[in-house]
Nanobody, 124 residues
Framework: QIQLEESGGGLVQVGDSLSLSCAASVFVFSRYGMGWFRQAPGKEREFVAG????????YYADSVKGRFTISRDNAKNTVDLQMNSLKPEDTAVYYCAAGSSLAVIRTTRGINYWGQGTQVTVSS
């Protein structure tokens, strides 16, 4: 069983930056592909970014490509999401997620573990 805990959400202005962090309580964190999803009110949960177990491969949703960066530190069992040039449409609850590999975590079906979520609100 893995426990994922997100931190770093908040209220920001359009164009601001924000960094999210996810801490995983698992002995073999480095065996998991990790990702970030988000869910806006009235919408389905959607994939945002993913990273392979080694950190060598990343994948982004088109809507955040070039603005968001995912990274991980296997020594600290953490995965971060740096969000730049934030837009109102980035407003959502952001969830940390873990799955068996980067290839499968691009959809909710591939996720084995979820965090509780952290709210990000971008005000115009």
């Amino acid at each position: 069983q893995i426990q994922l805990e997100e931190s770093g959400g908040g209220l920001v202005q359009v164009g601001d930056s924000l960094s999210l962090s996810c801490a995983a309580s698992v002995f073999v964190f480095s065996r998991y592909g990790m990702g970030w999803f988000r869910q806006a009110p009235g919408k389905e949960r959607e994939f945002v970014a993913g990273i392979s177990w080694s950190g060598g491969s990343t994948y982004y949703a088109d809507s955040v490509k070039g603005r968001f960066t995912i990274s991980r530190d296997n020594a600290k069992n953490t995965v971060d999401l740096q969000m730049n040039s934030l837009k109102p449409e980035d407003t959502a609850v952001y969830y940390c997620a873990a799955g068996s590999s980067l290839a499968v975590i691009r959809t909710t079906r591939g996720i084995n573990y979820w965090g509780q979520g952290t709210q990000v609100t971008v005000s115009s």
